[in-house]
């Protein structure tokens, strides 16, 4: 996980309390996870037969894998990339994927290094120039002359995306809440303290 991320929300989460809102012997689980007296990096984590639901202030997301999907979570080490396999549903606002202009260059120069090195900074200064949305950048390898038009065909395809800040949060939020939830289970009080 990205140290950023995880300092973040280790300070976020510093107060935080778990509820346990529901809970039976199905794996039907409502959790509800915040600090007390504000509703402030709140969020919840439901459980029902093959899915898992994060809803809070970091976003929305709807996984589905397998029946109790703590042991899913609880399984596999963190990992965007496969977690974002599972997605069923993600936030309105922000989705799981941003384009990073910086990634996608990095992408680009991967794609183009068996070029002679003029051909190489003539692209990579063309696509310098589209450098503010992701939208700009694809209608740089749609207009780029220097390879084959059918080069760039499939360019969306590539990997000009990270996963976005709020994914990775709720991600770490994920495993943090399942690790507490675990926890109580262990004979713990049913609201505990991060």
Not at 48 to 65: E, H, K, N, P, Q
Not at 174 to 194: H, N, P, R
């Amino acid at each position: 996980m990205n140290k950023d991320i995880t300092e973040q929300f280790q300070n976020e989460i510093a107060k935080h309390q778990m509820i346990v809102e529901a809970d039976d012997d199905a794996g039907n689980r409502r959790l509800f996870f915040g600090r007390p007296g504000t509703m402030i990096m709140h969020f919840r984590i439901i459980t029902f037969a093959d899915y898992l639901v994060y809803t809070g202030d970091m976003g929305s997301f709807i996984f589905r894998r397998q029946k109790d999907m703590f042991t899913f979570f609880r399984g596999e080490s963190w990992s965007p990339r496969y977690w974002s396999e599972k997605l069923e549903a993600t936030d309105r606002c922000d989705g799981f994927l941003d384009f990073e202009h910086d990634h996608a260059m990095a992408g680009i120069r991967s794609h183009i290094e068996h070029l002679p090195e003029t051909d190489r900074l003539t692209i990579e200064s063309h696509f310098d120039d589209y450098y503010l949305t992701e939208l700009e950048f694809l209608e740089a390898a749609r207009t780029c002359t220097l390879l084959p038009q059918d080069y760039w065909d499939d360019f969306s395809q590539w990997m000009i995306k990270v996963y976005s800040h709020r994914f990775k949060w709720c991600c770490h939020a994920i495993g943090w809440a399942i690790s507490t939830y675990d926890k109580t289970q262990k004979g713990a009080d049913l609201c505990i303290s991060a």
